[in-house]
Nanobody, 117 residues
């Protein structure tokens, strides 16, 4: 079974920064894709950023230029550096990982990010 452990959330003022980390583990051959979704109250869960094992990235338009996703393949860990945070970034952030050779997707428990104005 794949397990994802998220860390790095918290409370920050607008304009500040946070770095989220997600360490993935399991009896698999690696992860083709890892990423982050977020869900604010009353809204759907949306993709924030994703990264493939080869380093290709994709970002939501709302975070381009402010957030950076990266990964350490040896550690099966994905990071989300969040800069210039805005109150509208407030949400529960969920790590997601897609193991190699399977269409399955595994989710972390979610971690709260709160940005005050």
């Amino acid at each position: 079974q794949v397990q994802l452990v998220e860390s790095g959330g918290g409370l920050v003022q607008a304009g500040g920064s946070l770095r989220l980390s997600c360490a993935a583990s399991g009896n698999i051959f690696g992860f083709n894709v890892m990423g982050w979704y977020r869900q604010a109250p009353g809204k759907q869960r949306d993709l924030v950023a994703a990264i493939t094992s080869g380093g290709s990235t994709n970002y939501a338009d709302s975070v381009k230029g402010r957030f950076t996703i990266s990964r350490d393949n040896a550690k099966n860990t994905v990071y989300l550096q969040m800069n210039s945070l805005k109150p509208e970034d407030t949400a529960v952030y969920y790590c997601v990982a897609g193991p190699t050779r399977t269409p399955r997707r595994y989710w972390g428990q979610g971690i709260q990010v709160t940005v005050s104005s």
